[in-house]
Each structure stands twice: as structure tokens, then as C-alpha cells.
């Protein structure tokens, strides 16, 4: 039993961290549409330039967008059948944990009121440790407009935890990419 109180947080974390890495994705088009008609993709740089993220993530995000229509077949054009825009929300998480034991505020040691080695203020094992855990979670929308008709055909969406790191960052870009044109065109996967 001691083992196995000793064993659940470390796989409480590990269920946490491989939760975090997973990006949920979802998408939705037009019935109608025929997806066989698209063979040309351009950046609809109008929906582009609203995308309410830093020009660096525009960029990390768009080259993962051509590098991912380019291995699927599609031609980068200056008349093109399909125009990609995107756009993104995010929303901070903060998670507090109330921890029933910890190293906190209250418990044994120091001088306090009730003299040397009293339960008091100072540092010891107590009750009551909060922690306070932030993170970013992020939903990155990539948009297919049939050129000609001016009409939105397919929409991508993914959602999932973002790093700040710069290389994690990278990586992650495409990870949310990926999956999210994974679903395209619909009926394949």
C-alpha cells in the first residue's frame, strides 16, 4: 500500500504531461463541395493578416500549412482553385491544487507564541499547501475558401496546450497542423 502511495502522483503526472501533448481536432465542409477540383492553394493573406498571433507564429504556422498541402499533392499557385486562411484563440488555464498535506506555512518549529518547537507559524509539514499551475491552451482554425466562388468549403480546427518555448514551439506548430489537415479532404481518414 505504501508503494502505491508512493507510485500515484509520479503517474498522475505522467497522465497530466501526455494529456498536454495531444491536440483534439475536429472538422466541417460543405457536402456539396467536390474536393477532387482542388489541386492549387495560395494564402489568403485579408483573413491572414487578422490572426490575432505574433508575424513569427504567422510564419511557423504557414510554412507547416504549404509543407503539409505540398506532400498531399497540391501546387502553390497565383490563380489557385483553394485560398487557406487562418485563425486562432487562446485562453489562459490556471489550475490551483489544494494539496491536503505539504511543506507549508503552519507546523512545527521556530519560536512562536507557545516557545521553542510549538506548532505555529514557521516552516514545517501542515495542512492546507496550495500550488498554482498556469498554462496556455490554444485553437488554431485553418479555413479552405474555394477561389472562384468566394465560399468557405472545409474548416479545420485544433486545440491543445502551446510551449513558449522556441523550439518546442516549432514543433508543436506542426504537431497542430498535422492533425488538423489529417482530416482533409474529408471522407479519407
Known sequence: MNKLLKTLPLLALVIMLSSCSSV????????????NDYKTFAFFKTGIDKAEISDLDKRRILRAIEAELLSKGFTKSENPD???????KSQQRVDVYNNAWGYGAWGWGGWGPWGWGGYGPGWGWGWNNPSVSTSTQGTLYIDLIDAKKKELVWQGMGTGYLSKNVEKKEERIKEFVNNILSKYPPGIQ
Not at 483553394?82 to 486562432?88: A, D, G, M, N, V
Open 24 to 35: 483534439r481536432v475536429a472538422a466541417d465542409y460543405d457536402k456539396n463541395a467536390n474536393f
Open 82 to 88: 483553394l485560398l487557406i486562411s487562418l485563425f486562432t
